[in-house]
């Protein structure tokens, strides 16, 4: 069964700078990988979806980059912002599978 | 769009009742998922269904869980009798057909149901 780790689990930064979140899978037979928003009482919103064909995505100020052959992805958010605060989760989808298998996330709080 | 509409927002019952939790996908989509977040488990499937067919129910985890969809707008999601373990947010989830280009590949989660079984 697909396993899948985010780490760390928790990151507190000062406004203005880069960082980086990581993802890690144990198979490496991906359909594709996904990265996911969560505020708190609400539900996920998909922020960047990588397929397994491409190595990177890019949206604003966000950049996710995926090494299937290692089970690796990471999450750049350059020049963070208060806004960004939530918790951020990754997942990945097999193939001839609907079903996506989620990293337990991590909880980034930007200090204004 | 009004997006996944999930209903009750809260839910809070004893022990053994029955509960059932309510989800109204996005319309058109064709893919219907059920997921239960926990602080120790993280985000769980527990099952989905495709064009109203229950695809994969291998995540729910006993038989106290049922899940129907009567129809492509409507999707419930039952626990009887119910336990304190049951306590998590549930989230319903859809997509569009997969492999669609642009959206097929991305679900679309509803605000979740907080459940809380005393």
């Known amino acids: 069964k697909q396993e899948v780790t985010q780490i760390p689990a928790a990151l507190s930064v000062p406004e203005g700078e880069n960082l980086v979140l990581n993802c890690s899978f144990t198979?490496?037979?991906?359909?594709?990988l996904q990265w996911f928003r969560q505020d708190p009482g609400k539900g996920l919103t998909s922020l960047l979806l990588?397929?397994?064909?491409?190595r990177e995505q890019t949206s604003g100020r966000l950049n996710a980059s995926l090494d299937k052959s290692s089970g690796r992805s990471t999450l750049y958010i350059a020049a963070s912002q208060p806004g960004d605060s939530a918790t951020y989760l990754c997942a990945v989808k097999g193939p001839g599978a609907n079903n996506l298998f989620f990293g337990t996330g991590t909880r980034l709080t930007v200090i204004p | 769009d009004a997006g996944v509409i999930q209903s009750p927002r809260h839910e809070v019952t004893e022990m053994g009742q029955e509960v059932t939790l309510r989800c109204k996908p996005i319309?058109?989509?064709?893919?219907l998922f059920w997921y239960r977040q926990t602080m120790m488990r993280g985000l769980e499937l527990l099952i989905y269904?495709?064009?109203?067919?229950?695809?994969?129910d291998s995540g729910m985890p006993e038989d106290r869980f049922s899940a129907k969809m009567p129809n492509a707008s409507f999707s419930t999601l039952k626990i009887q009798p119910s336990e304190p373990r049951d306590s998590a947010v549930y989230f319903c989830?859809?997509?569009?057909?997969?492999?669609?280009?642009?959206?097929?590949?991305?679900?679309?989660f509803g605000p979740g149901t907080r459940l809380t079984v005393l």
């Open positions: 319309s058109g989509h064709n893919s």
């Open positions: 269904f495709n064009n109203n067919v229950p695809i994969d």
């Open positions: 990588i397929q397994s064909s491409q």
């Open positions: 198979d490496s037979a991906i359909y594709n």
């Open positions: 989830a859809s997509s569009p057909e997969p492999g669609t280009s642009g959206g097929g590949d991305t679900q679309y």
